[in-house]
């Protein structure tokens, strides 16, 4: 390289007149600085390994430090998972973290106060320990009906899927022994549904495979996803598929950046894909084109359903029914002469202890004998249930309820046949297009159904590949900072049924598999809270936990607000007044709250509400007279922080801390671990046995720094747990329940192995294969790929050597292969236990799902989802369309809420019906991230999509009078928004139920605070929740739309209203 | 002395033509656009690196493209193109009007020409060919007089209001330096933008091209590739899936400054008659 540091004889003229440059074009003209040139990233004092705040894909970051500053964030190219790539958020992360939008100091609202005040930190964290002491004494429930609840109800937490485990661990743990059960976050109005629906057809409720794999499916079916929109960097492997040949659908309302690259793009109505899966299962049922040999050994095919048991019929409705509870008693969907219980869902909220203790049913731990028919052929084997289910899900139905032609479906059908079986394979990518639906688990359970059916789980390019959206919200659902599971998806207890420990365990673990080891996981974690305090003679302190009572879930404690129940509030990153379903009761609830505590990078929606809310400006609400104190707490960015995220493949990074937060800016470990200190410091010496657990409770972590910094460390180390010589365990094989064993989360054990931080592991993707198996570490016991036990054949060979995984090895007498084992690694594949086995020992060595009570992949699952066995096809809550293929409209168990701003929409054969005729759903783009609080403020995202929109055919636009580039209302029964009218070829009417139904399309990204503003598209959903995952229903709507702007002020209260007048709304409508 | 003429039309090997005796390769871009998703993650990679001012213009609505292209303050730009055609064997399955529909995606950025008019127009040495075969706009050198923007036959160079000056891609010259690739190249998600050796990247493009037809996609073709093309050939080329007037780019553009050596020569020709014109005026009076 011809770089020469000019000298003072080297002036560019001598360099002209001398040199080959005579034009100076070249040589001669380069200046000093030029020749100097050097790039920060190789001038950089060191280099910090990161992970992405942004999304689930989790790309590696490295990040260049220089002078204290950090001068640049770009991909590690390292990574197996992500090869240095990034997308725009990813690039934008130097600007998010380091940028002007962020707040540095603590901002307080008094009660009925119009303006921000400054408050020091250290009072603010006084006066928030006070009030978490005060108002949890008010709102104690000691007991209801003589079962204790020890619980208060009268605080609760939102968040956060974007904060490290370790923080979400010390936030469940820290709550819990405050008795505090109202603990949420993003992954329930996210991917609960994926949880219900993978768990219960699997055993684990997470996405069985990785990003990665894609590369080796022969077709990939993108659904109720926009992979290339929201997960850029985990694309590249669906385009790594198609350069080798695979074949690419996607099925969806909307035509999207997804779709550009697709074989097949697939118009679909919203809310339809029940119809459309189902469609598809009756296809392989009808026609035989289901991979036999795997369906008769690895899914229930064959089990025997209980004589109660009766098919939904025409009417869609299955046996146990209660019309005025709204709820089914899944009883009679049980195994005949067994009873089995889920690996996840709704697995005991009303006692199957009671139903146990009446049983008769004998077997291993009391639940009988499964009974099979291997032939098929029983009228009540599944097989056959299944195929009279879905018996009337035609190809002309699926053309008349999903607006897909039937030679489209044929296509999308056949693709699937030949690209399923020994030889090839299929994956499914989902995302919340699926899950966000009354029916939402369902959505799931029919790709799991038909993933079964297809002999695609376990395999190489096969599986349900859950795209999750947060860069930590499989953490926070796994450790986790939701309302209904302990860390590693242990239930919480109930107040019915659990009042010990042998209770809890007999009701809620199964005999067989790895859950029958729940004792061993729950008393490790008991031991991880209350250290030596819990011991054999008190139960372990199982008894500190508080008790549920039913569903408390985000939406719950919403109504719980809005009747003012609840007094105190935490935020952690999250942005319910635009990430929630029905914005306007989020604000209405957090208005009567006594005191707000928002921790986030700047002034979100969820923060200011009080002081330019929807309700300030149409003058339903006074600043002055709203009494809610509100504490802005401004929180530190990943970069100034360590700690690990979880990504959508299970994948536990660690990052690095690159540079310190300044000011008031502090990280959620800081704020939980000291906010518990205080509380700990205040009810000292208490006498009150309500103090005991949070007194009790081990909280000594080490601190360092000038802030006293808790160590990420020591909370990781605690969730990997160790032994009675405080040795380090590796796997949760090692766990006892005779208290020698501490472990925070059974699932991540082995983190921590060897004393090894094993999610800092940074192999280059150079050294090792596909799965990346040696980069960072995977739960559980840093397996890649789920079930890969099914990948071979029951004798333990793969079904073929193109899609070989793991198989056995005779000579080395174990599992061996490309990926780590999901199964015992020394169990023979022709194990067969002894009849009265429990626990793993039960599980026989060709029974590839571990997890589950009966060792199989669930076609009908007999527990679990609160709605059905099997997936069925019902409109969403508000829909105009009539249900054509079963009587019963709507989800009979689906869960609604009552309030003058929560009405729903009257029914499609209703008067007022035309009112909403129009479907809608919404989406994500790229450029921004969930509720906008990482992206709206962020210059470098903003200006890409500065402001709200909404997709439109030119065919709709032709209808209402709607411009390109002009102004749209958009309206429901809950609220009005405008936005920007995008007329597209993209979106389509559809031919649906004889006629044409038209939908629109509205990414929900805006507020209106930020650099990039706009109306939040949830001003217009309802809180409508599926039964099993609690989970609102935003992808599928109806609307009216018509163009122009919409009223400001009062007036925009007045064309709600005068909507509801038109279509005769009152608190009856459909809430049966 | 070199003549200026045989200088610009000096083909594949610029950095000589510019004077570098020893120098690396020529580098460019080779931007894939048939596996582009339209995400950005160029626009950002590349402001974040570069420092480059945002520049909020507001919604325009040009179907997700909400900027006006390249200029001082968006050196790579994606356009978007929606069209009621098919993409070789791709079922969009709309039932409208055949049912056809396609949407492309291109991230554009400067060419960095083999005969680069904004070079030639510089009358400060702002502008330089690199020893790296790229054209940069030296900011210590520049003094904002403009001339390079009319001259560029894409309408890449831009001047930065606030500032004064003239900002491009400068193909991460400070990255390239250091052996690093450039900001854009390595965000890409799909790899859709490709960087390292011209002479590798034009044999790949080639294969690529022929893949793509024997997919079914006969429409894909190169733009900026062919060494014989009006500016000599780009250091940055494109594959393309349609005419490059649909993603507003000039179908054939030339280096604004080629006619230059017949531009000079005629005024020469010229000058000569009119002083010898003149001088036979005077000549004559004297008589």
């Given at each position: 390289m011809s770089r020469r540091v000019p000298t003072p004889g080297d002036y560019p003229l001598l360099r002209q007149l001398r040199g080959e440059d005579r034009l100076a074009r070249g040589a001669a003209a380069k200046s000093r600085r030029s020749a100097e040139l050097r790039a920060r990233t190789a001038t950089a004092d060191r280099t910090v390994k990161s992970v992405c705040p942004y999304c689930a894909v989790g790309c590696a970051q490295n990040i260049f430090v220089k002078d204290g500053r950090i001068v640049q964030i770009e991909g590690d190219p390292d990574a197996p998972h992500s090869r240095g790539r990034l997308c725009p958020k990813g690039s934008a992360t130097k600007q998010l973290t380091t940028g002007a939008s962020r707040e540095r100091r603590v901002l307080y609202r008094r009660p009925g106060g119009t303006e921000w005040e400054r408050l020091d930190l250290e009072t603010a964290m006084g006066m928030i320990a006070d009030r978490v002491v005060r108002d949890r004494r008010a709102g104690w429930e000691e007991e209801e009906d003589g079962d204790r609840l020890r619980r208060c109800m009268s605080i609760a937490a939102l968040g956060g899927a974007t904060l490290d485990n370790e923080e979400n661990y010390l936030i469940k743990k820290l709550l819990t022994a405050l008795g505090i059960i109202q603990i949420e976050n993003q992954a329930r109005v996210c991917h609960s549904s994926t949880v219900v629906g993978l768990g219960t057809s699997?055993?684990?409720?997470?996405?069985?495979?990785?990003?990665?794999?894609?590369?080796?499916?022969?077709l990939i079916v993108l659904e109720g996803s926009n992979m290339a929109e929201a997960h850029p960097v985990a694309y590249q492997w669906v385009v790594e598929a198609k350069a080798r040949g695979a074949t690419i659908v996607h099925v969806d309302p909307h035509f999207s950046r997804t779709s550009a690259m697709a074989d097949h793009f697939v118009p679909l109505r919203a809310g339809t894909d029940i119809a459309f899966l189902g469609g598809i299962i009756n296809h392989v049922l009808s026609t035989e084109s289901d991979f036999r040999e795997y369906v008769l050994a690895y899914t229930n095919a064959s089990t025997i359903v209980g004589e109660a048991f009766e098919d939904a019929g025409a009417a869609g409705l299955f046996s146990g029914y209660d019309e005025e509870e709204m709820s089914y008693d899944p009883q009679s969907w049980q195994y005949d002469g067994a009873f089995v219980g889920a690996a996840s869902g709704q697995r005991d909220q009303e006692g199957n202890v009671d139903r146990l203790q009446k049983s008769d049913l004998g077997g291993p731990g009391g639940r009988g004998e499964i009974k099979r028919d291997e032939t098929l052929q029983h009228r009540r084997c599944v097989w056959q249930i299944m195929k009279r289910h879905y018996a009337a899900y035609t190809p002309a139905m699926v053309e008349q309820v999903c607006g897909v032609p039937q030679d489209v479906f044929a296509e999308v059908c056949r693709l699937f046949v030949e690209n399923s079986g020994r030889e090839r394979t299929t994956a499914f990518v989902h995302g919340v297009g699926w899950t966000q639906h009354t029916i939402g688990s369902q959505y799931i359970r029919a790709a799991s159904i038909l993933q079964l059916l297809l002999g695609n789980m376990g395999r190489p390019g096969g599986g349900v590949m859950a795209m999750r959206g947060h860069a930590s919200i499989q953490g926070s659902s796994d450790i986790p900072t939701l309302f209904d599971t302990l860390p590693g998806y242990i239930p919480m207890p109930h107040a019915h049924g659990h009042d010990d420990l042998d209770d809890f365990v007999s009701a809620d673990a199964p005999a067989r598999g790895f859950w029958a080891n729940m004792r061993d996981y729950v008393v490790s974690l008991l031991k991880a809270y209350w250290g030596e305090t819990a011991t054999a003679d008190n139960d372990y302190c199982f008894g500190y936990l508080p008790r549920l009572t039913g569903s408390h879930s985000t939406y719950d404690t919403t109504m719980a607000m809005v009747e003012g129940k609840v007094k105190g509030f935490f935020l952690f990153g999250q942005n319910p007044a635009v990430g929630s379903a029905n914005t306007r009761m989020q604000r209405l609830g957090m208005s009567k709250l006594d005191w707000l505590v928002v921790r986030d990078f700047s002034l979100i929606e969820s923060a200011t509400w009080w002081q330019d809310g929807p309700e300030i400006e149409s003058g339903e609400m006074r600043t002055e007279d709203i009494d809610t104190e509100v504490f802005f707490l401004p929180a530190a960015a990943h970069t100034e922080k360590e700690g690990t995220f979880t990504n959508t493949q299970r994948m536990l990074q660690w990052h690095h801390k690159a540079v310190d937060p300044v000011e008031d800016q502090r990280s959620d470990l800081w704020f939980t671990f000291h906010l518990g200190r205080m509380i700990r410091e205040r009810l000292a010496g208490s006498e009150d046995e309500r103090d005991r657990p949070i007194l009790d409770l081990t909280w000594d972590y080490p601190t360092e720094g000038r802030h006293d910094e808790p160590l990420a460390d020591a909370v990781l180390a605690e969730i990997n747990g160790w032994n009675a010589d405080g040795e380090f365990l590796s796997a949760y094989t090692e766990l006892k329940a005779d208290g020698s064993t501490s472990c925070g989360c059974w699932i991540y054990c082995?983190?921590?192995?060897?004393?090894?931080?094993?999610?800092?592991?940074?192999?280059?993707?150079?050294?090792?294969?596909?799965?990346?198996?040696?980069?960072a570490w995977a739960w559980p016991a840093n397996?890649?790929?789920?079930?890969?036990?099914?990948?071979?054949d029951p004798s333990g060979k793969p079904w073929s050597e193109r899609k070989a995984l793991v198989w056995w090895d005779e000579e080395k007498g174990e599992w061996v292969g490309h990926d780590t084992p999901d199964f015992e690694p020394a169990k023979r594949p022709d194990y067969v236990p002894d009849k009265d086995a429990v626990g793993p020992a039960a599980i026989r060595g060709d029974e590839p799902f571990i997890m589950q009570a009966d060792g199989r992949g669930w076609l009908f699952a007999p527990a679990g989802v609160a709605d059905g066995p099997l997936p069925t096809h019902y409109e969403p809550q508000d829909s105009p369309v009539r249900n054509r293929l079963h009587e019963h409209q709507r989800d009979p168990a689906r869960e609604l809420y009552e309030h003058e701003w929560n009405r729903y929409h009257p029914g499609p054969d209703e008067p007022g019906a035309e009112v909403f005729p129009i479907v809608a759903t919404t989406y994500r783009l790229t450029e921004h991230f969930t509720?906008?609080?990482?992206?709206?403020?962020?210059p470098y995202l903003a200006e890409l999509q500065p402001e709200f929109f909404v997709e439109v055919s030119p065919e709709l636009a032709a209808e209402r009078g709607l411009e390109h580039a002009g102004w749209a209302t958009i309206v429901s029964a809950r609220g009005a928004v405008e936005a920007r009218v995008m007329v597209t070829d993209r979106m389509t009417p559809l031919r649906v139920d004889g006629r044409t139904v038209h939908q629109v399309g509205m990414p929900?990204?805006?507020?209106?605070?930020?650099?990039?503003r706009g109306d939040s598209m949830n001003e217009l959903s309802s809180m409508a929740l599926d039964p099993s995952s609690h989970i609102q229903e935003v992808k599928a709507l109806s609307v009216d739309v018509v163009a122009g702007r919409r009223p400001r002020g009062a007036a925009r209260t007045e064309l709600v209203a005068e909507y509801r007048r038109r279509a005769g709304i009152t608190a009856a409508t459909r809430v049966r | 002395m070199a003549d200026p003429a045989s200088a610009l039309t000096r083909g594949d090997d610029a950095a000589t033509a510019s004077g570098y005796e020893e120098h690396p390769p020529r580098m460019g871009f080779f931007t894939d656009t048939s596996v582009c998703i339209g995400c950005k993650a160029c626009e950002v990679a590349c402001k974040e690196w570069n420092e480059v001012p945002d520049d909020l213009v507001g919604w325009a609505g040009s179907s997700h493209d909400n900027s006006e292209g390249l200029g001082a303050n968006r050196w790579r730009h994606v356009a978007f193109v929606e069209q009621r055609a098919p993409l070789g064997t791709q079922q969009a399955n709309f039932q409208r009007d055949g049912g056809d529909f396609r949407w492309l995606m291109e991230s554009d950025v400067c060419k960095h020409c083999t005969e680069a008019a904004c070079l030639d127009a510089?009358?400060?040495?702002?502008?330089f060919r690199t020893e790296f075969g790229t054209v940069v706009v030296q900011p210590d050198i520049c003094n904002g007089c403009g001339y390079c923007v009319p001259a560029c036959p894409y309408g890449v160079l831009d001047k930065r209001e606030e500032d004064g000056r003239i900002f491009k891609c400068t193909l991460c010259y400070d990255r390239l330096g250091e052996g690093q690739e450039p900001a854009c190249a390595k965000a890409c998600p799909t790899d859709s933008i490709m960087f390292g050796p011209l002479e590798e990247l034009r044999e790949r493009a080639g294969d690529r091209v022929q893949e793509l037809h024997e997919r079914g996609m006969g429409e894909a073709r190169l733009y900026g590739e062919d060494p014989g093309d009006g500016v000599g050939g780009a250091g940055a080329f494109f594959l393309l899936l349609d005419e490059p007037e649909v993603y507003g780019l000039p179908p054939d553009p030339v280096v604004t400054t080629r006619d230059l050596p017949e531009t000079w020569k005629a005024v020469g020709i010229a000058a000569g008659a009119l002083l010898a014109g003149a001088a036979a005026c005077f000549a004559g009076a004297r008589r």
């Amino acid at each position: 390289m011809s770089r020469r540091v000019p000298t003072p004889g080297d002036y560019p003229l001598l360099r002209q007149l001398r040199g080959e440059d005579r034009l100076a074009r070249g040589a001669a003209a380069k200046s000093r600085r030029s020749a100097e040139l050097r790039a920060r990233t190789a001038t950089a004092d060191r280099t910090v390994k990161s992970v992405c705040p942004y999304c689930a894909v989790g790309c590696a970051q490295n990040i260049f430090v220089k002078d204290g500053r950090i001068v640049q964030i770009e991909g590690d190219p390292d990574a197996p998972h992500s090869r240095g790539r990034l997308c725009p958020k990813g690039s934008a992360t130097k600007q998010l973290t380091t940028g002007a939008s962020r707040e540095r100091r603590v901002l307080y609202r008094r009660p009925g106060g119009t303006e921000w005040e400054r408050l020091d930190l250290e009072t603010a964290m006084g006066m928030i320990a006070d009030r978490v002491v005060r108002d949890r004494r008010a709102g104690w429930e000691e007991e209801e009906d003589g079962d204790r609840l020890r619980r208060c109800m009268s605080i609760a937490a939102l968040g956060g899927a974007t904060l490290d485990n370790e923080e979400n661990y010390l936030i469940k743990k820290l709550l819990t022994a405050l008795g505090i059960i109202q603990i949420e976050n993003q992954a329930r109005v996210c991917h609960s549904s994926t949880v219900v629906g993978l768990g219960t057809s699997f055993g684990r409720g997470a996405s069985s495979t990785l990003p990665g794999d894609l590369q080796n499916s022969d077709l990939i079916v993108l659904e109720g996803s926009n992979m290339a929109e929201a997960h850029p960097v985990a694309y590249q492997w669906v385009v790594e598929a198609k350069a080798r040949g695979a074949t690419i659908v996607h099925v969806d309302p909307h035509f999207s950046r997804t779709s550009a690259m697709a074989d097949h793009f697939v118009p679909l109505r919203a809310g339809t894909d029940i119809a459309f899966l189902g469609g598809i299962i009756n296809h392989v049922l009808s026609t035989e084109s289901d991979f036999r040999e795997y369906v008769l050994a690895y899914t229930n095919a064959s089990t025997i359903v209980g004589e109660a048991f009766e098919d939904a019929g025409a009417a869609g409705l299955f046996s146990g029914y209660d019309e005025e509870e709204m709820s089914y008693d899944p009883q009679s969907w049980q195994y005949d002469g067994a009873f089995v219980g889920a690996a996840s869902g709704q697995r005991d909220q009303e006692g199957n202890v009671d139903r146990l203790q009446k049983s008769d049913l004998g077997g291993p731990g009391g639940r009988g004998e499964i009974k099979r028919d291997e032939t098929l052929q029983h009228r009540r084997c599944v097989w056959q249930i299944m195929k009279r289910h879905y018996a009337a899900y035609t190809p002309a139905m699926v053309e008349q309820v999903c607006g897909v032609p039937q030679d489209v479906f044929a296509e999308v059908c056949r693709l699937f046949v030949e690209n399923s079986g020994r030889e090839r394979t299929t994956a499914f990518v989902h995302g919340v297009g699926w899950t966000q639906h009354t029916i939402g688990s369902q959505y799931i359970r029919a790709a799991s159904i038909l993933q079964l059916l297809l002999g695609n789980m376990g395999r190489p390019g096969g599986g349900v590949m859950a795209m999750r959206g947060h860069a930590s919200i499989q953490g926070s659902s796994d450790i986790p900072t939701l309302f209904d599971t302990l860390p590693g998806y242990i239930p919480m207890p109930h107040a019915h049924g659990h009042d010990d420990l042998d209770d809890f365990v007999s009701a809620d673990a199964p005999a067989r598999g790895f859950w029958a080891n729940m004792r061993d996981y729950v008393v490790s974690l008991l031991k991880a809270y209350w250290g030596e305090t819990a011991t054999a003679d008190n139960d372990y302190c199982f008894g500190y936990l508080p008790r549920l009572t039913g569903s408390h879930s985000t939406y719950d404690t919403t109504m719980a607000m809005v009747e003012g129940k609840v007094k105190g509030f935490f935020l952690f990153g999250q942005n319910p007044a635009v990430g929630s379903a029905n914005t306007r009761m989020q604000r209405l609830g957090m208005s009567k709250l006594d005191w707000l505590v928002v921790r986030d990078f700047s002034l979100i929606e969820s923060a200011t509400w009080w002081q330019d809310g929807p309700e300030i400006e149409s003058g339903e609400m006074r600043t002055e007279d709203i009494d809610t104190e509100v504490f802005f707490l401004p929180a530190a960015a990943h970069t100034e922080k360590e700690g690990t995220f979880t990504n959508t493949q299970r994948m536990l990074q660690w990052h690095h801390k690159a540079v310190d937060p300044v000011e008031d800016q502090r990280s959620d470990l800081w704020f939980t671990f000291h906010l518990g200190r205080m509380i700990r410091e205040r009810l000292a010496g208490s006498e009150d046995e309500r103090d005991r657990p949070i007194l009790d409770l081990t909280w000594d972590y080490p601190t360092e720094g000038r802030h006293d910094e808790p160590l990420a460390d020591a909370v990781l180390a605690e969730i990997n747990g160790w032994n009675a010589d405080g040795e380090f365990l590796s796997a949760y094989t090692e766990l006892k329940a005779d208290g020698s064993t501490s472990c925070g989360c059974w699932i991540y054990c082995g983190c921590y192995a060897d004393g090894v931080n094993q999610t800092a592991r940074r192999t280059p993707a150079a050294e090792q294969n596909w799965t990346g198996g040696e980069w960072a570490w995977a739960w559980p016991a840093n397996r890649r790929i789920l079930y890969n036990r099914a990948s071979a054949d029951p004798s333990g060979k793969p079904w073929s050597e193109r899609k070989a995984l793991v198989w056995w090895d005779e000579e080395k007498g174990e599992w061996v292969g490309h990926d780590t084992p999901d199964f015992e690694p020394a169990k023979r594949p022709d194990y067969v236990p002894d009849k009265d086995a429990v626990g793993p020992a039960a599980i026989r060595g060709d029974e590839p799902f571990i997890m589950q009570a009966d060792g199989r992949g669930w076609l009908f699952a007999p527990a679990g989802v609160a709605d059905g066995p099997l997936p069925t096809h019902y409109e969403p809550q508000d829909s105009p369309v009539r249900n054509r293929l079963h009587e019963h409209q709507r989800d009979p168990a689906r869960e609604l809420y009552e309030h003058e701003w929560n009405r729903y929409h009257p029914g499609p054969d209703e008067p007022g019906a035309e009112v909403f005729p129009i479907v809608a759903t919404t989406y994500r783009l790229t450029e921004h991230f969930t509720a906008g609080g990482m992206s709206r403020w962020t210059p470098y995202l903003a200006e890409l999509q500065p402001e709200f929109f909404v997709e439109v055919s030119p065919e709709l636009a032709a209808e209402r009078g709607l411009e390109h580039a002009g102004w749209a209302t958009i309206v429901s029964a809950r609220g009005a928004v405008e936005a920007r009218v995008m007329v597209t070829d993209r979106m389509t009417p559809l031919r649906v139920d004889g006629r044409t139904v038209h939908q629109v399309g509205m990414p929900y990204h805006w507020g209106p605070n930020g650099l990039a503003r706009g109306d939040s598209m949830n001003e217009l959903s309802s809180m409508a929740l599926d039964p099993s995952s609690h989970i609102q229903e935003v992808k599928a709507l109806s609307v009216d739309v018509v163009a122009g702007r919409r009223p400001r002020g009062a007036a925009r209260t007045e064309l709600v209203a005068e909507y509801r007048r038109r279509a005769g709304i009152t608190a009856a409508t459909r809430v049966r | 002395m070199a003549d200026p003429a045989s200088a610009l039309t000096r083909g594949d090997d610029a950095a000589t033509a510019s004077g570098y005796e020893e120098h690396p390769p020529r580098m460019g871009f080779f931007t894939d656009t048939s596996v582009c998703i339209g995400c950005k993650a160029c626009e950002v990679a590349c402001k974040e690196w570069n420092e480059v001012p945002d520049d909020l213009v507001g919604w325009a609505g040009s179907s997700h493209d909400n900027s006006e292209g390249l200029g001082a303050n968006r050196w790579r730009h994606v356009a978007f193109v929606e069209q009621r055609a098919p993409l070789g064997t791709q079922q969009a399955n709309f039932q409208r009007d055949g049912g056809d529909f396609r949407w492309l995606m291109e991230s554009d950025v400067c060419k960095h020409c083999t005969e680069a008019a904004c070079l030639d127009a510089c009358p400060t040495g702002a502008i330089f060919r690199t020893e790296f075969g790229t054209v940069v706009v030296q900011p210590d050198i520049c003094n904002g007089c403009g001339y390079c923007v009319p001259a560029c036959p894409y309408g890449v160079l831009d001047k930065r209001e606030e500032d004064g000056r003239i900002f491009k891609c400068t193909l991460c010259y400070d990255r390239l330096g250091e052996g690093q690739e450039p900001a854009c190249a390595k965000a890409c998600p799909t790899d859709s933008i490709m960087f390292g050796p011209l002479e590798e990247l034009r044999e790949r493009a080639g294969d690529r091209v022929q893949e793509l037809h024997e997919r079914g996609m006969g429409e894909a073709r190169l733009y900026g590739e062919d060494p014989g093309d009006g500016v000599g050939g780009a250091g940055a080329f494109f594959l393309l899936l349609d005419e490059p007037e649909v993603y507003g780019l000039p179908p054939d553009p030339v280096v604004t400054t080629r006619d230059l050596p017949e531009t000079w020569k005629a005024v020469g020709i010229a000058a000569g008659a009119l002083l010898a014109g003149a001088a036979a005026c005077f000549a004559g009076a004297r008589r």
